[in-house]
């Protein structure tokens, strides 16, 4: 049985639902016709300008584009999607306890965006090695029943079993790392373009096999837990002043910003200071970004 197909007028309650049990929907209608051509228009020219990959896992029939912001103004609409932000703050933004002193504080990490990349599997490619995502942390399962990333997979153009469609194994994200996946327990994520799949880290996938005469286009971006490295380096990758024209909840899901309580601050005169006034015109928030306990 493949994953659950949802309408766009879903709850965001019912999509959380069927990940929790399947590790993974699909959401249909995710991105407008209208936004999808633009998104087409924008990523086909740098997307011609890359190479195949050199292996196995990235594909020697297969072309990777990373820096996504830089190509397409709508990842902004890819990343901000209501049910893609529910279902990664239900499994990413877990509170938590510690003491500072004699208080005991309670904390809840944000989320920032990991990886994102357009993934065209060309004809004569054959599957990926099925994987996990966060074993980029070598995170291990089970792992409390907390997850370090939520991905969504864009369908660019339509998915099938055919083209190389995203092969997923529901219910793999409650597997401990001893069992490993099997080929003939995945199945293809199908889709029509402009739909998109949201899995969570801990759930095996794979690109599929593409035994068409098309290719296969798909636009990926993670939210991750705000503690743990970035997979890609988007300080390096998008310049500051391109960074600066996006809406400040974006920049700060790029990593310009502090995760609770104060992981990630610059120092600006001499305070320890929220990095997104790098961007703009704000003042420096000084110790207010600790909540008043990193203060000596």
């Known amino acids: 049985m493949g994953l659950v197909t949802l309408p766009n007028s879903c709850t965001t309650d019912e999509a959380i639902a069927v990940v929790e049990r399947d590790g993974g929907v699909i959401v249909s209608d995710y991105v407008s016709p209208e936004m999808l051509k633009t998104i087409r228009a924008e990523i086909r020219g740098p997307l011609d300008a890359v190479g195949y990959g050199q292996d196995d896992f990235s ?4 072309r990777r584009l990373g820096a996504v912001f830089k190509h397409t103004k709508h990842a902004t609409d890819v990343v901000l999607e209501p049910h893609f932000q529910a279902i990664a703050r239900h499994f990413l933004e877990v509170p938590s306890s510690c003491y500072f002193g004699d208080d005991a504080v309670e904390m809840t990490a944000n989320m920032q965006v990991g990886v994102t990349q357009v993934i065209e599997i060309y004809p004569g ?9 966060d074993a980029i942390w070598q995170w291990r399962h089970p ?6 990333r939520v991905q969504v997979m864009l369908a660019v153009t339509d998915f099938t079993a055919e083209n190389g469609g995203t092969l997923v194994i529901p219910g793999s994200h409650k597997w401990d790392d001893e069992r490993a996946p099997k080929r003939e327990e995945a199945i293809p994520a199908e889709m029509k373009a402009g739909s998109a ?3 969570i880290g801990g759930t095996y996938h794979a690109g599929g096999t593409n035994t068409t005469d098309t290719p296969r286009t798909g636009l990926t971006l993670t939210l991750d837990i705000g503690w743990l490295r970035q997979e890609e380096n988007h300080y390096l990758a998008l310049p500051r002043e391109l960074v600066k024209e996006y809406p400040e909840e974006v920049q700060r899901l790029l990593g310009w910003g502090v995760c609770p309580p104060f992981l990630g601050w610059v120092e600006i005169d001499g305070l320890m200071s929220d990095p997104n006034v790098l961007l703009g015109d704000k003042p420096p928030v000084g110790a207010d970004l600790t909540g008043g306990y990193g203060k000596k």
């Open 125 to 133: 490619e054959g599957a990926q090695p099925l994987h996990r995502d």
């Open 59 to 62: 594909g020697n029939r297969t």
């Open 143 to 148: 792992d409390g029943g907390r997850q370090a």
């Open 197 to 199: 799949v949201i899995f």
